[in-house]
């Protein structure tokens, strides 16, 4: 009975794996794109996002499944519950990376405006904190969960900066009158949120990592 | 082993105390029934020499004796009997009656069905013809066994009580040696003499068992030298992915630490889509091969299950410069065959425009030098690239003979100095003489360049230095010039193929493209270092420092 269960735990965890470096790989793609503006790799991105739902209603079918029939306890218990919550997370980085893939490569009226800076860096930090999340959990590293989770404050100011320079781009848009390029100003805008909605998940992600590992979510114990 | 003894020897003494107990109750059965008889015969003569004095009925009626005493009648009729019943039936079929009846004396052990008790009977057959029996309880016996039980048990405890620490001690004494054996010098310390063939072949096993230590411990060096020697990166997998060996190569690639990737899974140590992939279809078909990309390098990734097993082992290759070197000879491929269809397509059309007679003979000076300049830009184009193409072969047929490499420079110099001219372009040549081992022709072709090159991006009034010095026994070219300079971003690529700075300036300069990439080339066939120094505006110095000719074993 054990060495079944230890084979669906083991089976879990590649299934996990699977999907952190699906949506790991989509958000680091969906950032490239700001660079290339690729229609067929963006397509591609958003084609995955189906693939990142269906590993989800699959490892959250089998967490029920460990759940009611084997009725674990302790640490499995932890492992499995952890799971369960660490793929909605995984899910929406999975949505927001293909959002962001549709919105760089909506065609635009006008002049294509350059993406700033701050948010190219924005999308590397993010990529770089969901691959960090996604190893803190292949490595049940609790210090590299932690960072993750101290390293969201980073892309928070990024945003903020983001927003700044989007005021700025706007305020020089309106002395220069050309209206049409601040659709997409506002479309950066909304690229921003969903990367900062993404990091918010990866700290999700790190968080679950530490309570799967210590059994305390935030610092708490959980029982 | 001790347990064992220390029971048995518990055992034993439980077993004698027992037998002891036994006999002893046997004896006691036998003893007190014929006590109990004698005693009864001696009352039967007493009795009897009483009726003979006071007659039967007399001897009866004041008789007191703890016995049952019956007087029966030749034909089995009880004529008397000491506990009072009246009309018992006939006695002659009675043991002990008819014993006596026969031979004149009986006795028997039996139940009797008057007293419902075990009764011991005597009987005597009187003179008259009469039988006197006397009867006793056989109670006695079984009192008397009944007293002595508790004495028996008693005595057994304090038998096993005493025993106890006397079995211990035995026991240990028993079990000394064999504790104090030394297994690895069995000879010696054996006490027992039965051990000595199980001591040997426990040496013999010993010996064995270490021999095949030491050659497993030899083959599994031999295959850590041979894996850890191996550039390409190993790795073997059990059937749940987990790896059991993994090479420095391999961790190196996949940037991890040997000692946490074992017992890992590989999703665990490197979770690309590639490698996620390329495990699905090694699990479906077998075997399965695949590229991955990390750290700017391109490995190439081949996994194929192991006969007879479920595992499977996973070859890892650095394809980093055949996969640069692809896209390199594409990229060639594709300039090549531009840079060799403008010219022809130019000579056709002018040659098209002439033979349906469209132009005009004050035209035909200023075509004909188009045609004669395109033809020759294909021709120098063939050139440069058969040129490439035998130093792409390692330049066959290359000599390795002692030139000078100022006589060289000056040489080029020379040549080129009317296209200097044209230009209004100073071009000097200096230095001493310094010795190069190498093919002349190659080196003749990398200073020309490389002076061209100078001249050709220079403007007006500009300068060439060409220096030539000895450094460190080595020679050293060096060519500058205050030309235009090269970008930064170009800078690490103007000895590609093809590769220009600008099209357009290029392009009217007369250039194939293909220069300094015939001057790396010829660099490397000489293990020469190219240094560039280049300002944008200003300049550009390129130094060519050649090895040392002893170097290379002249």
Not at chain 1, 59 to 86: F, W
């Amino acid at each position: 009975m054990r060495r079944r269960f230890d084979e669906q735990l083991l089976e879990l965890n590649q299934e996990m794996i699977a999907m952190g470096s699906r949506i790991e790989q989509a958000i680091e793609n969906a950032g490239e794109l700001m660079a290339s503006r690729d229609v067929a790799a963006a397509r591609i991105i958003m084609q995955g996002d189906q693939e990142i739902d269906r590993m989800e209603r699959e490892i959250e079918g089998r967490c029920l499944r460990l759940l009611l029939m084997q009725q674990p306890v302790a640490s499995d218990l932890r492992l499995i519950s952890s799971a369960l919550k660490m793929i909605t997370d995984m899910e929406r980085i999975g949505d927001q990376s293909s959002d962001i893939a549709e919105i760089i490569t909506m065609p635009v009226e006008g002049n294509l405006l350059p993406f700033p800076s701050q948010l190219q860096q924005m999308s590397r930090e993010t990529a770089n904190m969901v691959r960090r999340a996604v190893d803190a959990y292949v490595t049940r590293d609790i210090e590299l969960a932690r960072a993750v989770v101290a390293s969201d404050d980073v892309v928070d100011n990024l945003f903020d900066e983001v927003k700044r320079e989007l005021i700025k781009l706007m305020n020089d848009q309106c002395n220069a009158q050309r209206h049409a390029d601040g659709m997409q100003l506002l479309d950066m805008l909304m690229i921003a949120k969903y990367y900062e909605r993404s990091a918010d998940h990866a700290t999700n992600i790190a968080e679950w990592v530490e309570y799967a590992v210590t059994g305390k979510y935030k610092g708490e114990m959980l029982q | 082993m001790r347990k064992r003894i220390f029971i048995s020897f518990i055992a034993l003494i439980m077993v004698f105390g027992t037998l002891a107990s036994l006999l002893l109750a046997g004896i006691v059965s036998t003893v007190i029934p014929n006590q109990v008889m004698k005693r009864l015969r001696e009352e039967a003569s007493l009795v009897i020499a009483r009726m003979e004095s006071l007659g039967a009925e007399n001897a009866f009626g004041r008789l007191i004796s703890t016995s049952r005493i019956t007087h029966i009648a030749p034909d089995g009729t009880v004529l008397f009997d000491s506990t009072g019943f009246e009309d018992l039936d006939n006695h002659a079929q009675r043991e002990e009656v008819e014993e006596a009846l026969k031979t004149g004396n009986g006795s028997a052990v039996r139940y009797s069905s008057t007293l419902r008790a075990n009764l011991i009977y005597v009987s005597t057959r009187l003179e008259d013809g009469t039988v006197l029996r006397l009867a006793a309880s056989e109670s006695a016996s079984r009192e008397m066994m009944g007293s002595m039980l508790p004495w028996q048990i008693f005595g057994t405890l304090a038998l096993l009580i005493l025993c106890l620490p006397l079995a211990a001690r035995i026991t240990s004494l028993l079990v000394k040696p064999i504790l104090e054996m030394d297994l690895d010098k069995p000879d010696d310390s054996l006490v027992y003499e039965e051990l000595i063939p199980l001591a040997r072949r426990i040496d013999e096993q010993a010996k064995q068992n270490r021999r095949q230590l030491e050659t497993l411990d030899e083959r599994r060096q031999e295959l850590d030298v041979l894996l850890g020697g191996m550039q390409e990166g190993f790795l073997a997998m059990d059937e749940d992915q987990r790896i059991l060996l993994i090479n420095n190569s391999a961790c190196q690639m996949l940037g991890v630490d040997s000692r946490w990737a074992l017992g890992k899974t590989v999703p665990e140590v490197n979770r690309r889509q590639e490698m996620l992939t390329l495990l699905a279809e090694l699990r479906e078909k077998g075997c399965a091969t695949g590229m991955l990309g990390r750290g700017g390098k391109t490995y190439m990734l081949s996994a194929s299950r192991v006969p007879h097993g479920r595992g499977a082992v996973l070859l890892i290759s650095d394809q980093t410069e055949k996969v640069e070197g692809e896209s390199t000879r594409k990229r060639f491929a594709a300039n090549v065959s531009h840079e060799l269809r403008t010219p022809p397509t130019t000579i056709c059309g002018y040659a098209e425009m002439m033979d349906k007679g469209m132009v005009m003979p004050q035209d035909i000076p200023a075509i004909s030098g188009v045609i004669l300049k395109e033809g020759r830009r294909m021709l120098s184009l063939v050139e440069d690239i058969l040129r490439l193409s035998r130093l792409d072969e390692g330049f066959p047929g290359g000599a390795h003979v002692r030139v000078g490499l100022f006589d060289v420079a000056r040489a080029a110099c020379e040549s080129l100095l009317p296209a200097a001219k044209d230009k209004g372009i100073s071009l000097a040549c200096e230095g001493e003489e310094a010795f190069v081992l190498g093919d002349r022709t190659l080196l003749d072709e990398l200073s020309s360049n490389l002076i061209d090159n100078a001249i050709k991006y220079n403007q007006a009034g500009g300068s060439v230095k060409v220096i030539v010095s000895a450094q460190n026994r080595g020679a050293v070219l060096t060519v500058s010039d205050n030309g235009f300079g090269i970008e930064p971003q170009h800078q690490s690529q103007i000895f590609e193929r093809f590769y220009r700075t600008d099209k357009s300036r290029s392009k009217a300069t007369g250039g194939t493209g293909l220069g300094l990439s015939i001057v790396k080339h010829a660099a490397e066939y000489h293990s020469a270092i190219i240094t560039l120094k280049s300002t944008p505006g200003q300049g550009t110095t390129i130094r060519v420092a050649f090895p040392e000719p002893g170097e290379e074993g002249a």
